[in-house]
């Protein structure tokens, strides 16, 4: 099965950035969706952004990060980043990569590849 593992966690100042990424092995991606969710300490899992494979390749960002996060990814490489700019303390979360075939959603439930998650914690 696929592989998904994520790096770039951390610990970061309120109004910094950090940059998550998450590299896929095990199969050829290129037209599968990845994406992000994240879990906030006592929260249910929400999703943050998700990026469509080579044939649609529009974007969705969560309006809770619209404007501050930005998804993007490398096909030939198999990885997937998300740059995260203006950080707040409510961004404090494990961030986990995930993946799926077919076309972009937002339901955690439709995504049946999952990463370990990275952990960023952000600062007041």
């Known amino acids: 099965q696929v592989q998904l593992v994520e790096s770039g966690g951390g610990l970061v100042q309120a109004g910094g950035s950090l940059r998550l990424s998450c590299a896929a092995s095990g199969r050829t991606l290129s037209s599968y969706v990845m994406g992000w969710f994240r879990q906030a300490p006592g929260k249910d899992r929400e999703f943050v952004a998700a990026i469509n494979g080579w044939t649609l390749s529009n974007t969705y960002v969560a309006d809770s990060v619209k404007g501050r996060f930005t998804i993007s990814r490398d096909n030939a490489k198999n990885t997937v980043d998300l740059q995260m700019n203006s950080l707040k303390p409510e961004d404090t979360a494990v961030y986990y990569c995930?993946?799926?075939?077919?076309?972009?959603?937002?339901?955690?439930?439709?995504?049946?590849?999952w990463g370990q998650g990275t952990q960023v914690t952000v600062s007041p």
């Open positions: 995930v993946a799926k075939s077919g076309s972009l959603t937002t339901k955690m439930e439709n995504y049946v590849y």
